[in-house]
């Protein structure tokens, strides 16, 4: 079946590099994406990476993709307070198909 | 619009009356989705609409829970005889429905079932 786990929370202090981790079960899954939820925001499509890939690297954020393990992560550099949200993996099965969502793991940056 | 819109913004009900949502998707965009996120918790997958093909409504947690849409373009999300357990926040996304499109989501309509 399709299921996407994620560790709930992280806290890391400002300017140190954060790792979010996500596993995923099925090994169909086309794309894989990170959101982000800010507090009383909607969410926003941060990356995504296609699974015939291993890195993706946007500016700060660098998503590794290992295949074999179903795990995803997404490293942000230099990590700033503005990046404390709550940050979603979700896998795709097949073209334009619903997302499957981990339950977001909360990002806490502190100064 | 820029973006997907969504209408309420906040509903607020008795248990057991009938609520109805609204998405208004980014013009263009085939493929529509309805997602259900409770407090602290993932989003939940609801239904997706793609062009004129039937919906997957695999994710509709029972039958008081209906969606249309016509065409490409609104989408209303109808919860009969809500229940306490209904409260959540309803997010919309669309996309052109590419490979490579995660959709892009609509701020949500937080609903509340007294």
């Known amino acids: 079946g399709e299921d996407v786990e994620q560790s709930l929370f992280l806290s890391v202090r400002e300017g140190d590099s954060s790792v979010i981790n996500c596993t995923y079960t099925?090994?169909?899954?086309?794309?894989l994406y990170w959101y982000k939820q800010e507090p009383g925001a909607g969410l926003q499509l941060l990356t995504y990476i296609f699974s015939n890939m291993d890195m993706k690297q946007d500016q700060r954020l660098t998503v590794l993709l290992n295949k074999k393990d179903k795990h995803l992560s997404l490293r942000i550099a230099d990590t700033q307070t503005g990046d404390s949200a709550i940050y979603f993996c979700a896998e795709s099965i097949y073209q334009g198909g619903k997302l499957i969502f981990g339950q977001g793991t909360e990002l806490s940056v502190k100064p | 619009g820029a973006g997907v819109s969504q209408s309420p913004s906040n509903k607020v009900t008795e248990k057991g009356k009938d609520v109805e949502l609204r998405c208004d998707p980014i013009s263009g965009h085939t493929a529509l989705y309805w997602y259900r996120q409770r407090l602290g918790q993932g989003l939940e997958f609801l239904i997706y609409f793609q062009g004129n093909s039937a919906p997957d409504k695999s994710g509709l947690p029972s039958d008081r829970f209906s969606a249309e849409r016509t065409g490409e373009s609104v989408s209303t999300l109808t919860i009969q005889r809500t229940q306490q357990e209904d409260s959540a926040v309803y997010l919309c996304?669309?996309?052109?429905?590419?490979?490579?499109?995660?959709?892009?989501f609509g701020p949500g309509t937080r609903l509340t079932v007294l």
């Open positions: 099925d090994s169909s899954s086309t794309y």
């Open positions: 996304a669309s996309s052109r429905g590419g490979l490579n499109e995660g959709g892009f």
